[in-house]
């Protein structure tokens, strides 16, 4: 761990609290970076990852030096904060860290309350994008909308809403409605949002406040597409975006990836027709065929497969499920799994059954974690057979030694879990294979 993220974990002890009074105080403190800014904004439930890394590939394939801003990250802090392609250095962490955290004392001793952890290092980000001269930078939303820490933009160029589904209920409320109405508060006067929240319910919520604020609505759900073939290396399909016929190969798997592609070009090509952005077709397509994002369906290994995929709600565990049942169709498959006991586990596990009734159930380094055996009760009295690992590791060893009986490994349940198996995998293949 290096110093600046020593001190950045300090402020943790001040929880997460939405709201955005803090979050101005420090970034008017700062000069107010995010004016320099010009914004992508993305939320939602899931996807709201993946369309960002369309987009952030999409533009640095037209010549454009691009900030991305996102979370979790997997294996490194220093994902959270990452421009053409390369995560910030350990020493442009440090150097915008003391100037933030110089900051925020200063906000202390001035009687504001303390920013939370997320809030500083969201102005980190903001900062180094703005010292870094960025062409475009895009901030994938952190919980909620309304009052999540990267809603200081006030004139995005765009903004997007992903599918919305229940999670973070505590927080954003325990209906559709409630989590979208949070979600929406991203939108801007007269700002064009793009949505694909897969729930009419939500739809009506969001152009609700879009007719308010007299923002434009595109709502991309009832587009018109065709999946032209879904392999275990890539989809391509076909859709007509805002009058544009566009044909697109993208090495992201499953069906739902084809939604957040489609979100992601009408993104693009809103940009590219109204002569926001300069960019090509041609940069686009290249640049949905160069996306990567770690850990969404992710195959890490081919001998033996194992895939990774964070399926951490319950929307996403069902989209595991899914893809699982459309490209591995037939196959006996091995499940490692780890979840956060604040989450509907009983709902995810009885997604994950649909996979297979084999389970190594683990625990997760983090203080929310469900036990092992508390999950292996779970999963058990679903219906399915389960072992316990102690951690994830060992979790992962095990399954490894049980490839003669399976066809594959899908690990999924928590981005903490894939994160920490990740960051071992190849490790653990190099040993197990001598």
Do not use: W
Not at 388 to 414: F, H, M, N, R
């Amino acid at each position: 761990m290096t110093d600046a993220i020593a001190t950045i974990s300090a402020f943790e002890r001040f929880g997460s609290i939405l709201g955005l009074e803090r979050m101005n105080e420090l970034l008017e403190r700062l000069d107010n970076p995010q004016k320099a800014l010009k914004v992508i904004h993305v939320a939602g439930t899931n996807g709201k990852g993946s369309v960002c890394r369309f987009v952030y590939h999409s533009l640095m394939e037209a010549g454009y030096s691009v900030g991305i801003y996102s979370s979790p990250f997997l294996e490194c802090f220093n994902e959270r904060i990452e421009m053409d392609g390369a995560m910030i250095s350990d020493e442009d962490l440090e150097k915008y860290t003391d100037i933030v955290t110089a900051a925020a004392k200063e906000m202390v001793e001035g009687g504001f309350d303390s920013p939370t952890e997320f809030e500083v290092v969201t102005a980190i980000a903001i900062l180094y994008f703005k010292e870094k001269q960025c062409d475009y930078v895009i901030l994938e939303v952190g919980l909620g909308g309304r009052g999540d820490s990267t809603n200081v933009i006030d004139l995005p160029l765009i903004t997007a809403i992903t599918s919305i589904s229940f999670d973070h209920t505590d927080r954003l409320g325990e209906t559709i409605e409630e989590i979208a109405e949070e979600k929406a508060g991203i939108i801007k006067a007269d700002v064009p949002v793009i949505t694909g929240t897969l729930d009419e319910a939500a739809d009506e919520v969001i152009s609700k406040v879009a007719l308010e604020k007299k923002s434009p609505v595109i709502n991309t759900d009832n587009f018109d597409y065709e999946i032209i073939s879904q392999t275990l290396e890539n989809t391509s399909f076909k859709a007509k975006i805002l009058n544009e016929e566009y044909l697109v190969k993208i090495p992201l798997l499953g069906t739902h990836q084809v939604g957040n592609g489609i979100i992601a070009l009408t993104i693009l090509e809103y940009l590219r027709a109204n002569d926001i952005v300069k960019i090509t077709k041609k940069d686009i397509l290249k640049g949905f065929e160069h996306t990567k994002h770690k850990g969404r369906f992710e195959i890490i290994s081919k001998n033996p497969t194992i895939i990774l995929d964070g399926g951490h709600n319950l929307a996403g565990s069902l989209t595991v499920a899914k893809t699982c049942n459309k490209l591995l169709q037939d196959k006996k498959l091995l499940q490692v799994v780890g979840i956060l006991k604040d989450k509907d586990v009983n709902g995810i596990v009885e997604n994950l059954l649909k996979v297979g009734p084999d389970f190594i159930v683990t625990e997760i380094d983090n203080p929310r974690t469900m036990t092992g055996p508390e999950l292996k009760e779970a999963v058990d009295s679903l219906g399915g057979n389960s072992f316990v690992a102690a951690d994830p590791i060992e979790a992962v060893k095990l399954a490894i030694s049980k490839t003669d009986e399976y066809d594959g490994i899908v690990i999924s349940g928590s981005l903490y879990l894939i994160g920490q198996i990740r960051r071992e995998i190849q490790l653990i293949l190099q040993k197990s294979c001598k």
